[in-house]
């Protein structure tokens, strides 16, 4: 097997965690870009894909290597698919961002919704950028359960179970996420490139 360093583009460690294991597998080492570096890249895009780029090339340039972002979010359809690439602007931390998306469904009968994950690769050397997308549908649950994963993970129901992401755990999130979509999608690229095998 092939083996490659990637810098992820990122001080989200959840984040890092999700995609470090799933492209272990395929020989590729992801190193967490806020243990090396200080950095914090706005996110002035009106797009996933426009914010992931803007982080994997402002990274990649700080760190002379390529580097892997991923902009997320979750849509809800009862709200206008929103909050979208706001998510994590919805309010100031994780349990007041499912509160506020519980409250605004208070009564709807509507509970559909879907994680997005945009991936921008770049490889600073010769300028190419790779950009990949994952989506994984599910329903808001009537209140938040569960202990493991982050941010909507607890009241985030995935189609075809009964529970939420934050009850399944890590097992069930790394084969059915937007992520793990998303990072299938990447390691296609990287396999048609021979970058792995
Ligand atoms: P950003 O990509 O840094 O703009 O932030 C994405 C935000 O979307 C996170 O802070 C979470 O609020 C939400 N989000 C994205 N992916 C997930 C996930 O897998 N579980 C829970 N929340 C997520």
């Excluded at 992931?52 to 991923?70: F, R, Y």
């Excluded at 409250?103 to 509507?110: M, N, T």
């Excluded at 690769?121 to 202990?147: H, M, N, S």
């Amino acid at each position: 097997m092939k083996n490659f360093r990637v810098l992820f583009a990122s001080r989200n460690r959840h984040k890092f965690r999700e995609i470090s294991a799933l492209l272990k597998k395929v020989g590729v080492e992801l190193v967490f870009g806020a243990e090396r570096y200080s950095l914090d890249v706005e996110e002035t895009g009106t797009s996933y894909p426009q914010n992931a780029i803007l982080k994997a090339l402002a990274w990649a340039e700080l760190a002379g290597m390529p580097a892997l972002a991923d902009d997320s979010g979750i849509e809800v359809r009862a709200l206008g698919w929103e909050p979208g690439i706001y998510s994590s602007r919805l309010a100031s931390n994780d349990s007041l961002r499912n509160f506020t998306i519980l409250k605004k469904l208070e009564g709807s009968y509507d509970r559909c919704c879907r994680y997005v994950a945009a991936f921008a690769l770049f490889f600073p050397k010769d300028g190419r950028l790779w950009l990949t997308e994952g989506y994984c549908w599910g329903e808001i649950a009537t209140e938040p359960v569960g202990q493991c994963g982050f941010g909507y993970d607890p009241i985030f129901i995935p189609s075809g179970y009964k529970k939420t992401f934050a009850e399944l755990g890590d097992e069930v999130k790394a084969r059915i996420s937007h992520r793990a979509v998303a990072s299938y999608a990447l390691m296609d690229m990287l396999a048609e490139y021979s970058m792995i095998e």
